[in-house]
C-alpha cells in the first residue's frame, strides 16, 4: 500500500501565500511523475501543476508566474508554493504520484485525501 499525506492549507487573504506539501509513503520503489490538482465547488477537478522524476514542470495557464511546484525525491515528497492568491485559487487542493509499487513493479496512480485552500477577497 501507498499512502499520500498533504499539509499546508487554510485561509489567506487575497495577495497572500499559502506552502502545500505531500509526503508519499509506503510500499514504493520509486515515484515519477508527482502533481497537484484542485476541486473548487461545483467544478471539475483540474491539474494545477505537475512535475516528473527529473524534475520537468508543468503549470495550468492561470498559475503560471504564481505556483511553483518542486520535489524531493530523497524524501518522496512534493510541494506546491502559491504566492500572490487569489479568490478563485479557491479550491480543495490534491497531490498525486504515479507510483511503481516495490512487491509487484507495476505502476499506480494514488491520490491523497486533499486540503483546502480558501482565499478571502
Known amino acids: 500500500q501507498v499512502q499520500l499525506v498533504e499539509s499546508g492549507g487554510g485561509l489567506v487573504q487575497a495577495g497572500g501565500s499559502l506552502r502545500l506539501s505531500c509526503a508519499a509513503s509506503g510500499s514504493i520503489f520509486s515515484i515519477n511523475a508527482m502533481g497537484w490538482y484542485r476541486q473548487a465547488r461545483g467544478k471539475q477537478r483540474e491539474l494545477v501543476a505537475s512535475i516528473s522524476s527529473v524534475g520537468s514542470t508543468n503549470y495550468v495557464d492561470s498559475v503560471k508566474g504564481r505556483f511553483t511546484i518542486s520535489r524531493d525525491n530523497a524524501k518522496n515528497t512534493v510541494n506546491l508554493q502559491m504566492n500572490n492568491l487569489k479568490p478563485e485559487d479557491t479550491a480543495v487542493y490534491y497531490c498525486?504520484?504515479?507510483?511503481?509499487?516495490?512487491?509487484?513493479?507495476?505502476?499506480?496512480?494514488?491520490w491523497g485525501q486533499g486540503t483546502q485552500v480558501t482565499v478571502s477577497s
Open positions: 498525486n504520484a504515479d507510483v511503481t509499487v516495490s512487491y509487484s513493479l507495476k505502476v499506480s496512480r494514488y
